[in-house]
Each structure stands twice: as structure tokens, then as C-alpha cells.
């Protein structure tokens, strides 16, 4: 299902890409109307009551019908709002408040960022640990739409954070991260059993790891 857009144009719309996160997804959504009525799910061709879920907690949800990635989940996400500035977040996120969306917004809103980041600080050792290791590829960022939506090969990139640092990059833009307390993220392995989460783990890695040589080829 995909609903119209909120009457009026909001500053600022919260975009969630998710792919069968119906046991967290909701708590994200509730965290971004806390700081703004726009909050978009776009559900990755989900197999669970993900979609479902998000509607009941208010967002306003997009479906994809196959599981094309996180990429194409948030581009579907960003042409479903108007806003000039969005937060972007993950729909596997647990303990998140309007506090930690105004720490990402604010240096973007205020002109001092063209995109703050996101990193895991005193959430859960797995999460922390993985986020220190890899901070740039973080799903938890604040930056201007029409920017975002800039990002070349941002809707065909399964996973689109290598993507739009190389964008940064680029484009010379100016990014910093910005710590969230006692923020953690629902590891792949307690969501899909170990087997099947490890799994994934190491399909999501050699993707983002291998994004640079897969342009240099395309």
C-alpha cells in the first residue's frame, strides 16, 4: 500500500527503509513522530506484518513489492515525502528517543553539516563494537532531501551507505559524527537464528565492501 503525502509541506520527514521488522519497527516510528508528522516506511517487499505494523504506529508506509534492497527501499521513501531535510534511520533501532533525532537534525538545520552520521555509543557491546568499527557505514544519518536523492546509483545499491560516502566525498561536503546514547540495533543473528543471520552478515559485508570495485566495473 502506499498512502498520498501528509497535507502541506513538513521541514523536516523521518525515512525508514525496513525488510520484515514488524518486532521493532514501530518503536522507530513512534521516535520519529516525536520530532515531525512525516514519518515514511518504506517496507522492502516484507514478508512479515512489517507494513502493517508501521500503519498502526502512524507512519506512512510504502511497500515495495520484491525485496530489492535498502537503496531502492529509501528512494521509494524519499519520492514519498516533500520535506527539505530527512532523518534516515534503520527500522531495527531499540531505544531510540526524540532526543538522539534532534542530535542528528540539529547541525544540519542549523547550517554547521550538509550530513551528520550516526554512531552507537553505550547501547550493546555487539552494536557498539560493530559501529566503532565501521562508523562510516552507519544507517543512521541527517542531511538535506534533494541532496540524498543526488546520490548516483542510490535506488540500485542494496545497500546504499558506501554510496553516498563516496557522494560526500565527491561533492566536498561537510559531515561529522554524532553520538547516540544508549542506542543498539537488533543484530542479524537474534533476528533470523544464528545460521541464517550470519548469513546475511556476511552477504550485507562483502556487498558494502565490494561497492567501489563494482563501480569501477559497471
Known amino acids: 500500500m502506499t498512502q498520498p503525502p501528509a497535507s502541506g509541506t513538513a521541514r523536516v520527514a523521518v525515512v525508514i527503509p525496513a525488510f520484515n521488522e514488524e518486532e521493532t519497527v514501530a518503536g522507530v516510528v513512534q521516535a520519529g513522530l516525536s520530532l515531525t508528522p512525516d514519518v515514511v516506511v518504506a517496507s522492502d517487499g ?46 531495527d533501532l531499540t531505544g531510540l528517543t526524540r532526543t538522539h533525532l534532534e542530535l542528528l537534525i540539529r547541525p544540519v538545520q542549523n547550517g554547521e553539516l550538509d550530513m551528520s552520521i550516526g554512531v552507537f555509543e553505550g547501547g550493546g557491546f555487539v552494536t557498539d563494537w560493530g559501529n566503532k568499527l565501521t562508523p562510516h557505514l552507519s544507517g543512521q544519518r541527517a542531511c538535506r532531501r534533494e541532496w540524498l536523492l543526488g546520490v548516483p546509483h542510490l535506488g540500485a545499491e542494496r545497500w546504499p551507505e558506501p554510496a553516498i560516502t563516496a557522494h560526500l566525498k565527491a561533492t566536498g561536503a561537510r559531515w561529522d559524527y554524532v553520538v547516540l546514547g544508549q542506542v543498539a540495533q537488533v543484530v542479524k543473528e537474534k533476528k533470523r537464528g544464528f545460521w541464517k543471520g550470519a548469513q546475511a552478515r556476511t552477504r550485507m559485508y562483502a556487498d558494502l565492501l565490494t561497492y567501489r570495485a563494482r563501480r569501477k566495473r559497471s
Open 46 to 91: 516484507s514478508s512479515d506484518g512489517t507494513a502493517r505494523t508501521a500503519a498502526e504506529a502512524g507512519a506512512r508506509v510504502v511497500e515495495l513489492q520484491e525485496n530489492a534492497g535498502k537503496g531502492a527501499a529509501l528512494y521509494a521513501g524519499l519520492q514519498a515525502t516533500a520535506a527539505d531535510l530527512v532523518v534516515m534511520l534503520d527500522a
